[in-house]
């Protein structure tokens, strides 16, 4: 079993007492909201600690500098600002800044030097990482719970430096990939595009890969199966995606930005669409016709309940993302198949309406208000 040991003793103080400048509010209601939500405040106490930790990282700029060599890090407490001295000398002149002070062991620059050595050490999958901790003026080397074969690095780590401390850690970090309509996907055979974003996972389209299917992400990480496909006489699916991967109710537009997703109402025919697909990428056209049957050549079926469009698609898009109405907000369906090139000429495009995807597997598109 590991634990962290911390080892700073604070001398008292007042608190952000030192004059600071002011920064006028302006915060948007999505941030208010998010810190509300995420940190368990209401209104007032979300206003009161963003102005707070302004406060704190202007006096801690100033107290750094006044503290010199002798600075240990700082850190909010309590909400107050403390900051690490190694030189009770230094403690009347950092506390002028409006900072609390604690005595600690080791100077900062002590504890990044630590850490820059460790940087260039090859570690154990066991082990998930390393830090400078401020509040326990240590260097925190996180090992897996459980974990028996990382005390040859720790050992190696606790030469570097008398900083090192050990702290267990329930699960080892991983990347994490966002859910986005448009992006690439591949399953061993042709590449296609997602769809849509449902709680859960994504819609693409049926004939993009059967029932157990593995998927691959846009960057080749493994994303998840196919939890159900239906194709031919329909042409649907969808992914049931793994924690790595966040569904977002996002668009590709394939030129640095997304649609953002804010509902499914179905558009008339006549009226303006865009598609999203991996292979060539954005393109708009307009909804000739609903319910079509479509009779696909080389014994591949056909399929029923289509939406006609003359925009462009081309292979490796089956999937992709169909929008419209207001702002292009709306979301319509996945593409299935067509005719004719984006590179000129007339074409044809095929899209499997969204709702009946969704009612098919009882899915919830995931939209933003």
């Known amino acids: 079993m590991y634990r962290t040991v911390t080892g700073v003793v604070l001398l008292a103080a007042g608190v952000l007492t030192a004059p600071v400048a002011t920064a006028q509010e302006n915060y948007t209601p999505e941030l208010l909201h998010a810190v509300q939500r995420d940190l368990g405040l209401d209104a007032q106490q979300a206003r009161a600690r963003l102005r707070n930790d302004a406060k704190a990282a202007d006096v801690a700029q100033r107290a750094r500098t006044a503290a010199g060599d002798s600075y240990g890090g700082a850190w909010i407490q309590a909400g107050k600002l403390v900051v690490g001295i190694t030189d009770t000398s230094k403690a009347d002149v ?164 997304n649609i953002t997703v804010k509902g499914s109402t179905e558009v008339a025919v006549g009226a303006a669409v865009c598609r999203s697909g991996r292979t060539t990428g954005w393109h708009c056209g307009t909804v000739l016709a609903k319910d ?26 089956s999937g992709g993302s169909w929008v419209g109405g207001e702002g292009f907000t709306q979301a319509q369906g996945v593409l299935s198949g067509g005719s004719g090139t984006c590179r000129g000429g007339a074409a044809t495009s095929f899209f499997q309406p969204l709702q009946e995807i969704l009612s098919a597997y009882g899915l919830t598109l995931l939209v933003s208000k």
């Open 94 to 257: 950092v506390r002028s800044q409006g900072a609390e002070v604690a005595v600690v062991r080791h100077a900062h620059s002590r504890l990044k030097a630590a850490k820059q050595q460790l940087d260039g050490t090859k570690a154990p999958a066991s082990v998930a990482g390393w830090r400078v901790d401020e509040r326990s003026n240590s260097v925190v080397v996180e090992v897996s719970r459980g974990a028996r074969d990382a005390e040859e690095f720790i050992a190696a780590a606790r030469r570097l430096s008398p900083s090192v401390t050990v702290e267990e850690v329930g699960e080892a970090p991983r990347l994490l990939h966002d859910v986005r309509g448009g992006d690439a996907i591949y399953n061993g055979g042709s590449p296609c595009s997602v769809g849509f974003s449902v709680e859960g996972g994504f819609v693409t389209a049926g004939h993009c890969g059967d029932k157990g299917d593995s998927v691959k992400g846009f960057n080749q990480v493994p994303m998840g199966s196919y939890a159900g496909s239906s194709f031919p006489t329909n042409d649907y699916a969808w992914v049931k995606t793994t924690a790595d991967w966040t569904a977002k109710p996002w668009v590709n537009r394939q030129n640095g930005t």
């Open 292 to 317: 079509q049957t479509v009779n696909y050549g080389g014994g591949e079926g056909q399929v029923t309940g289509l939406t006609k469009s003359d925009a462009c698609a081309e292979s490796g898009d």
